[in-house]
């Protein structure tokens, strides 16, 4: 069983950068891949980051936000830059066994998940 914890959550205003952190425990993190998701409020969550054998962005937030991962940490890392209200939302850490080519933005991949974080950006 993975423990997946969120932190790193706050508020900033647009333009502003912020960066969160996912650590895990209870499993072999190396063999995971890693995955970040967001939902605001009345939306629906949504794919925002993965890394696995390379990294996947949404565009969205393709060129502002980086997802990096040190294994040695157990730690994955949401960079967050040039941020815009509409960034606002709590994000949540996910963890799959899945690797190589997956559907890296499908949910259902993902069998843990953390408790989320919030991230408001304000205008």
């Known amino acids: 069983q993975v423990h997946l914890v969120e932190s790193g959550g706050g508020l900033v205003q647009a333009g502003g950068s912020l960066s969160v952190s996912c650590e895990a425990s209870?499993?072999?993190?190396?063999?995971?891949?890693m995955a970040w998701f967001r939902q605001a409020p009345g939306k629906e969550r949504e794919f925002v980051a993965a890394i696995g054998w390379r990294t996947y962005y949404a565009d969205s937030v393709k060129g502002r936000f980086t997802i990096s991962r040190d294994d040695a940490k157990n730690t994955v890392y949401l960079q967050m830059n040039s941020l815009k209200p509409e960034d606002t939302a709590v994000y949540y850490c996910?963890?799959?066994?899945?690797?190589?080519?997956?559907?890296?933005?499908?949910?259902?991949?993902?069998?843990?998940w953390g408790q989320g974080t919030q991230v408001t950006v304000s205008s």
């Open positions: 209870g499993g072999t993190f190396i063999f995971y891949s």
């Open positions: 996910a963890a799959t066994t899945y690797s190589g080519t997956y559907a890296y933005a499908r949910q259902q991949n993902y069998a843990y």
